[in-house]
Structure formats: structure tokens, C-alpha cells
């Protein structure tokens, strides 16, 4: 199987990790800076009072909830540490020590470990005017101890694209990273209490030109899942509270208190639990963030399971963040559950179940099957059991030769809910020397489904049938390239973005990549770029990390170096841009897909059509293009 090497995180299934899986983690926080106003009298930012007071109270909920053996303080010291983990405070906290403690226990881990990064100090960003990594336009930065000094030749703040190089080296060997950030990652965010207007926040990095980080060739994408959680999304008041003594952050204490009640909880369901308190605290103006594999829990397996937010509404309940955009249809039935934790668990009860009776764009409503039976709390989480489809998808041609093989076969896609036996046929099943195998037309194998007789074999056809139709859905969205109003480009090493070398590029084995994207729309367009190899593995290459970036502006280009690919064979590239969000990550497949498949309005394009055509009666919601390069690696 072909092994996508690209720097995004894996948000596929987690294969498992092994029983002694360790926690290891690396805590940092700064009160006082060296090139602050208490030091440099033109310094724009100010020392801080509660963030290493933050790193201490996070450390006792982590000690409490997993028992862990962290690190204790030394009296008069800035760093302790053990083989756990490595706590780093005020002079302690350069940049160049929290890179090495990062570094450190990266190598000390093993596969199935999680690092935990924990930050509390300032937080700033950086306007990119040259790398164009950001569909923001901007980079965000965190500020260690020696951030800022005067004259320096090189940033001193740490770039989140370091902090990612950072995390693709772990995640590609099999080690999970979540993030923890109490600071501010916006220039237009503060974080302190209204009266006295303290802030975790520092002006803008100021710099003519930002220059890629130097990455490791060792990327990609490995089974250690990412999750980021933040004090506050860009642009809002992160918190601090207390005395003039002793200050905690708003978000580090709901998060503690969080880690203390519901330790086995998944991400997803802290990251609720803590915007609750967060907000019942009356901080309702500040909203903490996540992203990244919010299903996993914290040293725990990454098994994805489509699954939406939900709450009851008049009776009803309102599909959140689930509609056509997504795949949603009348008609589909779902679970209801009280958490994420419970949704994902096999056999778990629901509190009720219900049918969808409307699709908007954006969300759904559900008919409660039993209303009135049971009081549902203001949160649920909504897992689909049976999804209603339109016409039949693939069409497969049987050639088996005796009787009682062409009836298992028949049965084996009969039990498809992607594909049936008909004319045009796109794949055949056909026996060769002693076992079966799906191709296509032209006899490219797709995949060797074994004996007829045997009982693996409808789970290996029905695997990639869904493999192929998922595929299929991407490239049916074809649009054509001269209304495309976006430009794609992938090229081996560096190159101007707005000048692709090659429209139809060769590209070398095991050598540095790089794909760039230009928006030529006359509005803001949200890009997706999936990659595709010959055994139908799928891997999203933007946005990175599964991350929710912002629409790219008009005429800005948004790039990324890739790391390289490693088989030679046929590549294809498909670029969407939208003006609305989509859910990338549910397109990803590598290995086992989840067999109820079709989730999405992108898939459904094929669900519903024959391939290679748009199906009009899947409703297309806002304006969208979408352009297929095809790529040979040698």
C-alpha cells in the first residue's frame, strides 16, 4: 500500500496502541519576560502573575486524574524534571529550552505514547506576507521567556508552523500530541480581568518576511491522532481571575476542575464541559476552543465515528453543524446520547432515537420516534444508525463462473449500499487462479477479495467497494478547470507559488514536495486539496492537521510542503473550493473504512449518479469549484 508522507494529522482510524502506552508531558509558563516593560522601557507588553501558578494547578489535575508521576518543583528553581515530565518557568523558558524539552520526550517515546504541551504566557501572531501556509494571512505565535529581543536577527516568539513541524515528527511515529494553550494566539485578544486590563496577549511579531521552517524529512502520517485546546477563539477576552496575590486562568481552572470530575471523558466532552463552566463562571464572552481528534481520549485509542452535536428544540431536536453540506438526509435515523464517550462505545443505549424530517444547509431537524418519554439534556450527541440513500451507485459486472459462485458473489454486493450489479459496468468481479478479485474495466486490480467460500469475503468486497465510491465522489466533482477559479500546483522542492513549474508535473521519489493553491474567485473561498494513490488510500492535504481554517481571501495563494511520496504510480490531486465549510476529514480513508459511507454532500455525488457526472438531485448549496490534477511519481 502506498504510504502518503504529507504534513497533516491523521484523523483515520488509530490502529491501537500498546497496553503500557505512557503519558509524557512538557509544561511551560512565563510570568516574567526578559524583554518586557520591566526590562526594556520600549518593550509594548507587560510581565504576567498567574501563568506559572497555571502550570502548577494543571499539573495537580493531571497528577489526580491519571496518576501521574509528574515532576515536583525545586524551591528557587525554574525547571524540574523526571522521566515523565519537564516543567520549564520564567528564565527556564527560553526558546530554545521548551524546543528541547519537546525534542526530548519525543524521542524518549514510544509507539502509542501521548505528549502533552502545556503553555501559559503571552501570545501574539505574525503577519505572513511570504510563506502563505495560513489561510488567515497570519501566523500565530507563543511567547517564551527571551521573546522579542531587541535587534534580534530571527523571531524569537515560537511559530505555530514549529510547533507543527513538532508534532508531525511525533504523530508520524505513532505518537499522539495534544496541545494545551492558556494565552492569547491573537493580536486583537487579551487576556486579563476587566478592571485591571492585564493581558496574556503582545503585539503583533513584527518582521519583513517570514521564512519556512526547516523540516524533517521523517513526516507524515503516522497513527498518533492531535488535539488542540485553547483558552479562547482569536479576537475574544481570555480570562485571568484573582487577587493580587494569587491569579489563575479562567480556562486553566475549568479545565482542572474538568480533568478532575470526568478524567475517562473524550476531548470532545471536556472541551463541552469546560465552555460550560467557563461560561456559567460568567466569562460568557470568552468561548475555549478544540480541534483534532476530539473522539480520543486522553491516552487512549482514536477510533472516528461520524457523529454531530445536537439539542432539543420545541420539541424537535436540531441537528448542529449537519446538513446537506454534510450529507444529511430525510428520511436517515440516528441515536441520541448524553456524550461523545457514549456515542462512540459499541451497544451503548441511546437516551432516544430519532428520523430526520428536514435538511437545511447548515443543520437538520429530528423527529423524536418516542416524544415525551424521556427529559433529554441540553446537549446530545447524535450518531447515525441507518442512512437513507438515493439511487444506486456502482455498477458491478459478475463473472463468476459456476452457479454457486455467482450467487455468493450476487449476494456479497447485493448487502452494498453503494453499488449493484448492472450495465455499464465500472469494476467486475472476476476469479483468477484460485482467488477472486474486484478491477475495473480495463483489468486494474482493485483488490483481492480471497475465496467466494469463505467468510471474510463480502466484509473485503463490500471494504473496496466503499473504498472505490469514495474515491469516485471526489472525482465526480470535476468541474470545468476554465470556471474553476482556483489554481493548483504540486512541483518537488521550492518555487514561486504564483508561478506552478509544470501544470502536469513528474514527480521523484522520496524528494521534498510542495503544493500550492491560489484563489482566483472574486470572494473568499474555503480550500480542501485531497490526495488519491492507486489503492484508493485518501489523504487531505489542506488544511493541515484537520484544522478549520478560515476562508482564503481573494487572490491569496495558501501552500504547503508536503514531505515526499514514497511508491511510484498514478497520484491524483482534487482541489475544492467553497464558500462554505466542509467536513474534510470524513472524505480520509486509509485501510478500513467505515462501512456506512456517504456521509457527506460530496459523497453523495456519486451515491446518487453515475460516475464522473453531478447528480441533480443533490441540492448544490452555496458556490463551489473543484479542479483534478493527475500527477506521475518515478
Known amino acids: 500500500m ?32 526578559a524583554y518586557s516593560q520591566t526590562n526594556v522601557e520600549t518593550a509594548e507588553f507587560k510581565d504576567l502573575r498567574g501563568a506559572v501558578a497555571d502550570t502548577q494547578q494543571i499539573k495537580a489535575a493531571f497528577r489526580a486524574a491519571y496518576g501521574l508521576d509528574l515532576d515536583v518543583p525545586v524551591p528557587g528553581q525554574c525547571q524540574s524534571a523526571n522521566n515523565v515530565s519537564i516543567t520549564l518557568t520564567d528564565a527556564c523558558a527560553t526558546r530554545a529550552a521548551v524546543l528541547k524539552a519537546l525534542d526530548e520526550q519525543i524521542k524518549a517515546s514510544s509507539r502509542g505514547d501521548t505528549l502533552v504541551f502545556y503553555f501559559a504566557g503571552h501570545g501574539s501572531q505574525v503577519y505572513d506576507d511570504q510563506v502563505f501556509d495560513q489561510a488567515s494571512e497570519h501566523n500565530d505565535t507563543i511567547m517564551p521567556t527571551d521573546a522579542r529581543k531587541p535587534g534580534a536577527s530571527e523571531p524569537t516568539d515560537i511559530l505555530d508552523r514549529e510547533i507543527r513541524d513538532i508534532i508531525d515528527r511525533a504523530t508520524a511515529a505513532d505518537i499522539n500530541v495534544v496541545t494545551i494553550f492558556d494565552s492569547c494566539n491573537s493580536g486583537t485578544a487579551t487576556r486579563g480581568d476587566i478592571t485591571d486590563g492585564e493581558g496574556r496577549s503582545a503585539p503583533p511579531l513584527r518582521v519583513t518576511s517570514i521564512r519556512p521552517a526547516t523540516r524533517s524529512r521523517g513526516m507524515g502520517r503516522g497513527g498518533g491522532y492531535r488535539v488542540h485546546l485553547a483558552a479562547a477563539a482569536d ?17 486553566t481552572t475549568a479545565l482542572a476542575q474538568t480533568l478532575a470530575a470526568m478524567p475517562n471523558a473524550s476531548f470532545a466532552d471536556m472541551a463541552a464541559e469546560v465552555r460550560l463552566k467557563v461560561n456559567e463562571g460568567g466569562h460568557s464572552l470568552q468561548t475555549p476552543q478544540a480541534e483534532g481528534e476530539l473522539q480520543a481520549t486522553l491516552g487512549g485509542k482514536s ?30 435515523t440516528y441515536a441520541l446520547f448524553a456524550s461523545t464517550t457514549e456515542a462512540r462505545k459499541d451497544g451503548a443505549k441511546p437516551l432516544a432515537t430519532a428520523r430526520v424530517t428536514d435538511v437545511e444547509a447548515a443543520s437538520a431537524t429530528l423527529a423524536l420516534d418516542r416524544p415525551g418519554t424521556v427529559a433529554l439534556p441540553p446537549r446530545l450527541v447524535a450518531r447515525e444508525t441507518a442512512h437513507v440513500f438515493g439511487e444506486t451507485t456502482l455498477l458491478v459486472r459478475n463473472e463468476a463462473k459456476t452457479t454457486a459462485d455467482r450467487d455468493l458473489v450476487a449476494k456479497a454486493i447485493a448487502a452494498s449500499s453503494v453499488a449493484r450489479i448492472g450495465e455499464p459496468a465500472q469494476l467486475v468481479v472476476a476469479k483468477r487462479a484460485d482467488a477472486f478479485h474486484l478491477v475495473t474495466r480495463d483489468g486494474t486490480e482493485v483488490a483481492n477479495l480471497g475465496s467466494v467460500r469463505k467468510p471474510d469475503f463480502e466484509p473485503k468486497l463490500l471494504e473496496a467497494l466503499q473504498k472505490v465510491a469514495h474515491v469516485q465522489t471526489l472525482l465526480a466533482l470535476r468541474t470545468d478547470p476554465s470556471t474553476a477559479r482556483v ?4 512541483a518537488n522542492g521550492d518555487y514561486d507559488v504564483y508561478k506552478c513549474p509544470s501544470p502536469t508535473p513528474n514527480l521523484a521519489i522520496n524528494q521534498a514536495l510542495k503544493i500550492s493553491v491560489i484563489n482566483d474567485a472574486s470572494a473568499a473561498r474555503y480550500i480542501y486539496v485531497f490526495g488519491i494513490d492507486e489503492q484508493y488510500n485518501v489523504a487531505v492535504m489542506l488544511p493541515p492537521h484537520g484544522g478549520r481554517d478560515p476562508a482564503v481571501a481573494p487572490g491569496r495563494p495558501l501552500q504547503d510542503s508536503t514531505g515526499t511520496v514514497t511508491d511510484p504510480g498514478l497520484y491524483r ?7 462554505a465549510p466542509i467536513n474534510a476529514a470524513a472524505l480520509e480513508q486509509r485501510g478500513t ?12 455525488l456519486l451515491c446518487n449518479a453515475a460516475a464522473g457526472t453531478r447528480d441533480p438531485s443533490v441540492p448544490r448549496v452555496g458556490q463551489w469549484t473543484a479542479i483534478v490534477v493527475s500527477a506521475i511519481a518515478k
Not at 237 to 250: C, L, N, P, Q, W
Not at 573 to 579: G, I, L, P, S, Y
Open 235 to 251: 479576537g475574544e477576552v481570555a480570562k485571568e481571575v484573582g487577587g493580587a496575590g494569587v491569579r489563575s486562568g479562567v480556562f
Open 303 to 332: 477510533r472516528p465515528v461520524p457523529l454531530y452535536e445536537a439539542r432539543p428544540a420545541n420539541g424537535t431536536v436540531l441537528l448542529e453543524g449537519g446538513g446537506r453540506l454534510t450529507g444529511v438526509t430525510k428520511g436517515s
Open 573 to 579: 490531486f482534487v482541489t475544492v473550493a467553497t464558500d
Open 2 to 33: 502506498k504510504y502518503w508522507i504529507v504534513l497533516a494529522l491523521a484523523l483515520l482510524t488509530y490502529a491501537g496502541a500498546p497496553a503500557n502506552a505512557a503519558i509524557r508531558a512538557v509544561f511551560v509558563g512565563v510570568d516574567r519576560y
Open 487 to 490: 489554481r493548483f500546483c504540486i
Open 593 to 604: 473504512r467505515d462501512p456506512a459511507g456517504c456521509r457527506t454532500a460530496l459523497e453523495q
